[in-house]
């Protein structure tokens, strides 16, 4: 066996299936460049058939990267594979991933097919998968509850018909360490033709064991892919972390006698720009890339620390990305300083005009803070390339008084369309007076089921991320907005969530739970 471990990144697809975590597609673009500086082996763009919007995503990811192979997801059949298959043409190496559910329970109630139909189904589907693409792999979804035998069945069966890759997924979290790498261990020494493909590890984290797990399947199973998502990033509990899992064995080579090529410079960066674009605020005590992940206040850990950092850190923090020494950018700082800046954090912006309105973005900011830090420069890019995607819904100006003693009263200038309205409403903050005059207009009816502020660096100057969730129709999205002024960043962020919710492009249909 190999002792690489493939990384197979599926951020862009199980990731964005955390509630209110879809994304746009200029945005799967830029998480997917980071990727591939980042070194993913495989990364999974979306799920083509689930809707035209992910569809078109999938194929911007496939011609905009070159050094990783792309992937799309797609049930067992002849239509979800075409439609993969489509949105990767551009790709300069692709994968075809189709997945059929194979436990009695999946079967019985969701598929309403019996096991020789299952059989069957899988057998066909990557027979004609493999007509159109020569890298294919299939997921036996709800795998680790599957029967062995069975599963024993499915997996030679498709292996013959060409899977290259064979996915054994603990798509609801149930397994535990041991018992998942024994039970993999197993398939692979009861498949006769096991040695034809790579077998690969997808976990859930329901009961906070989806690294484990994973590395147990490395490790005790023999698996040499690990399917995982920056942050953890996935619906429920999430998935199993990347940047756990490269650290993991990297750090505990002499364990697992394992390696990857990732770059482990590039996974702060990634994770922060997961972060801003989803939302989902990192907590502070999360391994690798929590903001406390390698900070010491105990005095006796920092005596420790001073004297030999080894004492009380396994890891270096600037070997995943962490800088002591933040500060990039200033008010005086030129156009080419902030181009080269955007390099570095691996931001690529090819249209001049784009550049030119990001540096006056900066330039705005300049004059409002004195100390411009690479999350600062994040956050004005995330707010050009959403103007990029163009605004049903732009903020122009607003006003709010708030006094002791007196309801909180907010006035709010907006550009809809074409057409720059003006409201004003009452609120039981400045805050809430504020988002009250957007719906005085907008009247979206949407639901809000979340607020939260994060201050992006330290400080009392540090800008405001604020995100906004909100449903309406059965969907869900997110508005993320940042400014010096916390009620301004609410408005963006609220008017960034309507704007979602217009945009028939972020429409997307998952016909059923996936891997």
């Known amino acids: ?22 994304m746009t ?18 990364i999974e763009a979306g799920f083509a058939a689930s809707s035209e919007g992910d569809f078109q995503a999938i194929s911007a990811v496939a011609a905009a990267i070159k050094d990783s192979i792309v992937c799309s997801l797609a049930r067992a059949n002849d239509k979800d594979i075409t439609r993969a298959s489509d949105a990767l043409k551009a790709a300069k190496a692709k994968r075809i991933h189709a997945f059929l559910a194979t436990s009695p329970l999946h079967m019985a109630v969701k598929l309403r097919m019996s096991p020789e139909e299952v059989l069957e189904q899988a057998k066909r589907s990557i027979r004609f998968a ?54 993999i261990k197993t398939l692979r020494t009861r498949v006769p033709n ?15 064991m989806a690294v484990a797990n994973s590395l147990a399947g490395v490790k005790i199973g023999g698996a040499r892919q690990i399917e995982c ?9 999430g998935n199993t972390a990347l940047e756990e899992i490269v650290m993991a064995l990297r750090t505990r080579k002499d364990y697992f006698d394992l390696v ?3 770059d482990a410079h590039q996974i702060v960066p990634a994770s922060k720009m997961v972060s801003h674009i989803t939302g989902f605020v990192v907590q502070p005590n999360k391994a690798v890339v929590g903001a406390n992940a390698f900070a010491h206040t105990s005095g006796i850990h920092q005596d420790g620390i001073l004297k030999n950092r080894e004492t009380y850190e396994i890891m270096r923090a600037e070997d995943v990305g962490w800088s002591a020494n933040k500060i990039v950018l200033g008010k005086l700082s030129g156009r080419n300083a902030f181009k080269q800046r955007l390099h570095d954090l691996g931001i690529v912006v090819e249209a001049e005009a784009d550049i030119n309105e990001a540096f006056t973005r900066f330039k705005t900011l300049a004059d409002q ?16 390339t959403s103007a990029e995607a163009g605004e049903h819904y732009k903020f122009i100006s607003m006003s709010q008084h708030s006094e002791t003693g ?7 200038t907006l550009r809809i369309g074409d057409q720059e309205v003006s409201s004003e409403a009452e609120g039981n903050g400045p805050v809430d007076a504020s988002l009250n005059a957007i719906e005085e207009v907008a009247k979206s009816g949407a639901e809000q089921l979340l607020y939260s502020v994060n201050a992006i660096t330290s400080g009392t100057q540090s800008q405001g991320e604020v995100t906004v969730r909100l449903a309406k129709g059965g969907r869900i999205v997110n508005g993320v907005g940042t400014d010096p002024d916390i009620i301004a960043a609410s408005a963006k962020a609220y008017l960034a969530a309507l704007n979602k919710l217009h945009d028939p492009s972020h429409v997307k249909i998952n016909a059923q739970m996936t891997p």
């Not at 597609?25 to 495989?42: C, F, P, S, T």
């Not at 007196?406 to 709010?412: D, L, M, V, Y």
Request: charged residues 35%; hydrophobic residues 35%.
């Open 260 to 262: 990857c090529d990732i």
């Open 130 to 183: 493999r007509n159109l693409a020569d890298d294919i792999e299939f997921s036996a979804e709800d795998g680790y509850r599957s029967e062995m035998d069975f599963l024993c069945r499915v997996v030679e069966a498709t292996i013959k018909e060409g899977a290259s890759t064979i996915n054994i997924p603990d798509t609801v979290g149930y397994a535990t360490p041991e018992l998942y790498g024994e039970f």
């Open 25 to 42: 597609k200029d945005e799967k673009v830029r998480i997917a460049r980071q990727l591939e500086r980042l070194k993913v082996d495989v």
């Open 406 to 412: 007196e309801r909180p009263r907010s006035r709010i």
């Open 1 to 22: 066996m190999s002792d690489k471990v493939i990384i197979f990144d599926t951020t862009l697809r199980d990731g964005e299936q955390s509630p209110g975590a879809s």
């Open 229 to 237: 998502t920056i942050n953890g990033l996935g619906e429920r509990a």
């Open 369 to 384: 803070k004195s100390e411009i830090f690479d999350e600062d420069i994040i956050a004005i890019m995330s707010d050009t």
């Open 194 to 208: 096991s040695d034809k493909a790579v077998w690969s590890v997808h976990c859930h984290n329901d009961l906070g």
